[in-house]
């Protein structure tokens, strides 16, 4: 059986290092130009292994980086994403609907969310949403992602 996913990916902490360090994809010139943030150690892999399975790849953050910016991230890396939630778009949904959650990824038809966040963790319960919760210390990280979508499908 093959089914197709919307799966969303957090930045901070989990793609992009802020409080919690890992390893960084290699950078080309264009990156350092365009001074774009590092992702994580095996995203590019991830995100490729996923499209190949005919999954669209979202990004859900609760940062205020433009959607270009985080387009161009991932764009000079030769990521295309499938769609961009920032916090401004997710405030201007979640009032609409009057709840109280940080992240709410059914709001964007997302199927299953990537975070490091406990507290996202917590969420996903209360309110019976998909969430994999990725440790910082993970060196198998993608691997749990796989795993995890897996046990979804
Ligand atoms: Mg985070």
Not at 98 to 117: A, R
Request: net charge neutral.
């Amino acid at each position: 059986m093959t089914t197709k996913m919307k799966i969303s990916f957090d930045l901070d902490d989990l793609l992009i290092p802020g409080i919690k360090q890992f390893d960084t994809e290699r950078q080309g010139f264009l990156q350092k130009i365009f001074n774009t943030e590092k992702l994580r150690l095996g995203t590019i892999e991830l995100f490729k292994d996923l499209k190949s399975q005919g999954h669209q790849i979202c990004i859900y953050t609760t940062s205020f980086r433009t959607p270009f910016k985080i387009w161009l991230t991932f764009f000079l890396y030769r990521l295309n994403l499938d769609g961009i939630v920032n916090k401004t778009l997710h405030d201007k949904k979640i009032m609409n609907i009057g709840l109280s959650c940080s992240k709410y990824p059914p709001m964007f038809d997302i199927d299953i969310h990537i975070d490091d966040s406990e507290g996202v963790k917590i969420e996903a319960q209360r309110h019976n949403f998909r969430a994999i919760i990725i440790t910082e210390n993970d060196k198998n990280w993608t691997e749990t992602v796989l795993t995890g979508i897996n046990n979804y499908l």
